[in-house]
């Protein structure tokens, strides 16, 4: 994790309220919705997004898609995806309680 990233490994990430994330027949992909347009998310992006649930950690992130994609290392491209998410305000540190 980055010096600079606003979480650790035991955050657990949930979308911002106003934000929907589904997947959209008609782009045939994850998308992230909201009041004034849409995001689509290819690839991986969309298989990181679907993975904040508001229960994973980023540590459970970045372990479920290990077992989902076997011998990659993904971590860095996920910290670093969920620090841009973060930065732009998509999604936001779960609160206890």
Same mark, same amino acid.
């Given at each position: 994790m980055?010096?600079?990233?606003?979480?650790?490994?035991?955050?657990? =990430?949930?979308? %911002?309220?106003? =934000?929907?994330? %589904?997947?959209?027949p008609a782009q045939q992909g994850f998308v992230l919705l909201y009041p004034e347009g849409m995001v689509k998310l290819p690839g991986s992006s969309g298989e990181i997004m679907k993975r904040i649930d508001g229960k994973l950690t980023v540590r459970g992130i970045v372990e479920d898609l290990q077992t989902t994609f076997p011998g990659t290392d993904l971590r860095g491209d996920v910290i670093g995806?969920?620090?841009?998410?973060?930065?732009?305000?998509w999604i936001r540190p779960k609160q206890a309680g």
């Amino acid at each position: 994790m980055s010096e600079t990233a606003p979480f650790t490994d035991d955050t657990v =990430f949930e979308l %911002q309220r106003h =934000f929907r994330f %589904q997947w959209e027949p008609a782009q045939q992909g994850f998308v992230l919705l909201y009041p004034e347009g849409m995001v689509k998310l290819p690839g991986s992006s969309g298989e990181i997004m679907k993975r904040i649930d508001g229960k994973l950690t980023v540590r459970g992130i970045v372990e479920d898609l290990q077992t989902t994609f076997p011998g990659t290392d993904l971590r860095g491209d996920v910290i670093g995806f969920l620090e841009h998410v973060h930065g732009k305000g998509w999604i936001r540190p779960k609160q206890a309680g």
